[in-house]
């Protein structure tokens, strides 16, 4: 039988959080959605997000996670076996997470290797597209991107190598030194970046307040969806770290640390992004509206175009980026892999070892399927899906499960009992009735707005994941537990 394993100390905990915590969204998401959703002003929301429901429902997690130390299925189970089902429905979409998280990453690898020659040359979209991530013309679905696919295969190897020891022996010593180094590099581009001609260009276009923008309820939406996806909320790690917590443990002050450390790296993040935008529109004369851009043709094909005219400095920055990429995402992807590999290996009596290397091989396979011609839009659909659809609806079921099924109130003594900081009526109110209703109402609108403009292919996609997602919960429901 799976025993359950513990961390040496608290230390090797908040680093592991802040790794699954600081990921990929950290580095190129804030920056837009800051500056899409009213500037500095975006500011005020961001700020009452965190306090509303960033901090209180990771704290009902550290609660939950510390009060019963068990694999999520098995709490759920505890406190009610039909609940069983919806375990596995959260964990496996968060498995899924991990599937094309890591072809992202392997994106990132690919750019990582290229950054020391600048073979992506002077088209960098076309790049992107003809040997990294593919387009959207279904017809390229035949081939693999063979980059690609190397890097996921490497990156899975790796994965497996840290996931299958014992927690603080690899996931919590990997965590204490890739996040102070993530730290380290992206404070060194941030400051540099500072520095480039025209960067005052780029911060004030980022920070540019529009205040009428606190009256569009998007913007709140907005700042809401983003402490969500980018504390990693709800998806069961923050239950699963902290259920391998000493027992002295100061479990509110942890999540304190965590959330500052959160925003500190993505607020910081996003000065040093634009900074390095506003140095391409000073140096080339091109308006900072053309350079903007979300996620992956940002960072892969922006950035590239960035580094080609920055000169010998240019040779060393791209590397320091993509690098820090790639430590953001890999203790990302461990923390994703956790609360799959902890129910999975509770629920079939497996050792810790033999988990890992199942789900691994599994994840592996799924992930290279996702290296075609078509890679970054297939990646775009499921992330838009899994996260839309799957992940925040759960997240609004966890928190009536453990607010009225279980009973919030139960978490008051082990959340209070050595933390420098108590929490009491407010934050109960918070669990119970105001974060269920915001969560609900942004499932609501996001499901709208991703059915409305999705096409006939990507519909076929979302069933297909909903339709593996819940036979799979059903057969890992009913399948009895076993001894190895």
Known sequence: MSEQPQWNSSISFIFAMIGAAVGLGNIWRFSYVLYSNGGGSFFIPYLIAIAIMGIPFLILEYGVGFSFKDSFSKILKKIKPKFEIIAWILVLFVFIVVIYYLVILGWDLVYLFSSFTFNWGTDTASYFINTVGGSSDLTNISFLLIPTT???LLLWISVWFISYRDVDEGIGRVSKVLIPLLFI??????????????????????????WNSLFNVNIWLAAFSQIIFSLSMGQAIAVTYAGYLPDNSKLIDNVLIVVFSNSIFEICTAFGVFSILGYMSYMNGIPMVELIAEGTSL??????????????????????????????????????????LSSTAEKLGWSRKKAATVLSIIGCAFSILLTTGISSYMVGIIDSFVNEFGILLLIGVQCII???????ENFLPVLNERSSFIVGKKWMFVIKYLLPCVLIIMWVIGIVQLFTSAQTFEIVVDLIIIISVLVSSVFLTKLKPSEE
Do not use: C, H, K, Q
Request: hydrophobic share 65%; net charge negative.
């Open 150 to 152: 190397i890097a996921v």
């Open 185 to 210: 590099i992206m404070g060194f581009i941030i400051v540099y970046s500072l520095t480039l001609p025209g960067s005052m260009i780029g911060v004030n276009t980022l920070l540019n307040p529009d």
């Open 299 to 340: 960072i892969f094909v922006v950035f590239p175009m960035v580094f080609n005219v920055m000169g010998p400095i240019g040779r060393i920055i791209a590397p320091m980026l993509f690098l820090a990429i790639l430590f953001a995402g890999i203790t990302s992807a461990l923390g994703f892999l956790e609360p799959m």
């Open 402 to 408: 453990f607010a009225w099924f279980y009973g919030v």
